[in-house]
């Protein structure tokens, strides 16, 4: 199957939380860094995930937003540094290539947001995702 989506981590499963409706599980990317998904229970169990299940962890551009710095004070659980390496910029929106360890991501902003933060190939960013946006496959 072909998709759309532009960012596809590959990982491992630590942990799995079930909860009554939702559960959040915990991926170890290739890097070493660790994302959160927090999906529906119903679908953790259809997927049968365990702690060691490989998967694919996937997030559409439109949900990557970027800071230029740091960030702290927010319940956003996966910040990943990284570096931009590509910034394509159209009247409305821009797309930016990110560079983290051992993945790369898109992040699809407003045109404004990349001005504001001066965005250049180069420039160190922390791409953040609520655990909410993350989509879990299984091969």
């Known amino acids: 199957m072909s998709l ?5 981590l590959p990982g491992t499963v630590t942990a799995v939380t079930p909860g009554e409706a939702m559960a959040t599980v915990r991926i ?3 890097d070493g860094q660790d994302l959160t998904a927090a999906i529906t229970r119903e679908a953790a169990d259809d997927l049968a ?10 997030v ?3 949900e990557v937003s970027l800071a230029t710095a740091s960030v702290t004070g927010l319940s956003l659980r996966n910040r990943l540094p990284g ?13 930016v290539k990110i560079s983290v360890e051992g993945a790369e991501l898109t992040a699809a902003i407003t ?6 933060l001066a965005l250049a ?7 953040l995702v609520k655990s909410t946006e993350v989509a879990l496959a299984t091969a």
């Open 4 to 8: 759309s989506i532009r960012n596809q």
């Open 28 to 30: 170890r990317l290739a």
């Open 49 to 58: 995930l365990a702690p060691g299940s490989a998967v694919r962890a996937l």
């Open 60 to 62: 559409k551009s439109t």
């Open 83 to 95: 570096t931009v390496t590509a910034l394509t910029a159209g009247d409305a929106m821009a797309a």
């Open 111 to 116: 045109r404004d947001a990349a001005d504001d």
């Open 121 to 127: 190939p180069g420039l160190p960013v922390v791409a």
